[in-house]
């Protein structure tokens, strides 16, 4: 199985109206995949990076210690010296 290029931007698909449909709000509102917090995000690589670091927290913390998820379920820097605190 091959993966997009990490830079990879990747675009919703329209579909046709006959394949449109939607699930239960209960079903959704159970499932954390749907949460505003786990949005897809557009770059491949960014969206891979989320997934590691929610599906494995202790692997990713100990090999990457300044990164961390934040609520949008973007990976980023705990903190940076080229940011002010």
Same mark, same amino acid.
């Given at each position: 199985?091959?993966?997009? &290029?990490?830079? &990879? %931007?990747?675009?919703?698909?329209?579909?046709?109206?006959?394949?449109?449909?939607?699930?239960?709000?209960?079903?959704?509102?159970?499932?954390?995949?749907?949460?505003?917090?786990?949005?897809?995000?557009?770059?491949?690589? &960014?969206?891979?990076?989320?997934?590691?670091?929610?599906?494995? *927290?202790?692997?990713?913390? &100990?090999?990457?210690?300044?990164?961390?998820?934040?609520?949008?379920?973007? %990976?980023?820097?705990?903190?940076? *010296?080229?940011?002010?605190?």
């Amino acid at each position: 199985f091959y993966n997009p &290029a990490l830079e &990879a %931007v990747v675009e919703p698909l329209p579909l046709p109206a006959e394949l449109c449909w939607e699930r239960d709000a209960a079903y959704d509102a159970e499932r954390h995949w749907r949460r505003p917090s786990n949005a897809m995000l557009r770059q491949y690589g &960014a969206n891979a990076l989320k997934s590691l670091a929610r599906s494995h *927290p202790a692997v990713f913390a &100990a090999h990457h210690p300044d990164l961390q998820v934040d609520e949008g379920g973007l %990976v980023t820097a705990k903190c940076s *010296p080229w940011l002010p605190a």
